[in-house]
């Protein structure tokens, strides 16, 4: 397949986001970017349509997509929309924040994975609003990468990606947050956050104080979990492990010199000086989460262009956005692939 590829800038903006449009509405898939990662999307209410998002990411037929909406007013596509939702919508969309709510007949069941919920977000972005708002349809987007690779943060991750598998791909700046939105399921009491991401939980509980990560406390026999959550993720080609502290890291450097390997490190800014002769990437300010959530993706996929053989990386504290962090990286280091 030829895939059209456009970079917008100020002077083409509303032709190619029109032409984007088009695609969509005609049963296409389009590659565009949001504030999280940039998503492969399809119209939501089109069967066919979205069948392809799946073939051409290779994605597993039971994880289910979230829909992309440019309004409030879910009527037309959720059973009801209960108090929290309403207060969540309202404190954080648009915006890197997705609810499960009771899905409609209208979503159909190959967009929903089956489930009779469905996710929904609204994004801030402004080229996904135009676009959501041109095609007239909800855009059904999962990440816009090859299904277990690390998400896209930038238009050439998803050329690398998906050139020749997908119809369009619309490329703007780089994704802010850099790390996909958090999935809070709004069916059960109280709501529990299924995937940790852009909004922090410390956030989610200022505007409804029940939520929960049970990834933070127990498990709960028998939660609901998002079906994607279950596969390796996130993850570069490289096996990925996590050090915690300064002594681990130096062991680990040494073994794996000593193998022969070619090591990668996932490192701060205050780190750097422990380094002389490895491959080191600097994700930022150890304080400065937001920076390193922004770099994580483009990091692990530079590490794969460097060929490295194993990569280390620094722990993260797990306050804001670091759960969000230390939960990509940790699917990362998950050696199966299911
Ligand atoms: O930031 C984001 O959320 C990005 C951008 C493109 O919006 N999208 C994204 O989609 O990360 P995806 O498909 O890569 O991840 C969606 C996750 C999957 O783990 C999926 O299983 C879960 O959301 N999910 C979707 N619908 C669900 C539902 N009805 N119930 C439970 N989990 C659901
Ligand atoms: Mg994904």
Known sequence: MKTIIKILNELNRTEVINEAAAVIRQGGIVAFPTETVYGLGANALDPEAVKKIFIAKGRPQDNPLIIHVASKDLSPYVETVPTVAEKLMDAFWPGPLTLILKKKALI?????????????????????????????????????????RPSPTSVEHCIND??????????????????????VDCTVTPPCILRPGGIALEQLQAIEPTIYFPGSTKAVEGTPKAPGMKYRHYAPIAPLKIVHGVQ???????????????VGVLATEESLPLYQNEIVISLGHR?????????????????????????????????????????????AQQKDSQ
Do not use: C, W
């Not at 469905?118 to 987007?141: E, F, N, Q, T």
């Not at 530079?302 to 804001?320: A, Q, S």
């Open 108 to 148: 159909p069941d190959v967009t929903s994975a089956g489930l009779a919920t469905v996710g929904v977000r609204m994004p801030k972005h402004d080229v996904a609003l135009a676009l959501i708002s041109a095609a007239g349809v909800p855009i059904a987007a999962p990440s816009a990468n090859r299904s277990g």
């Open 162 to 183: 998906l050139d020749g598998r997908v119809d369009f791909i619309l490329g703007a700046d780089r994704s802010e947050v850099g790390l996909e939105s958090t999935i």
């Open 248 to 262: 681990e890291l130096q062991d680990e450097l040494l073994k794996h010199q000593k193998q022969g390997l070619k």
């Open 287 to 331: 304080n400065h989460l937001e920076e390193v959530g922004h770099k994580l993706y483009d990091a692990l996929r530079l590490m794969d262009e460097l060929g490295v053989e194993i990569i280390l990386v620094e722990e993260f504290p797990e306050i804001g956005i670091g759960k969000a962090i230390m939960n990509r990286l940790k699917k």
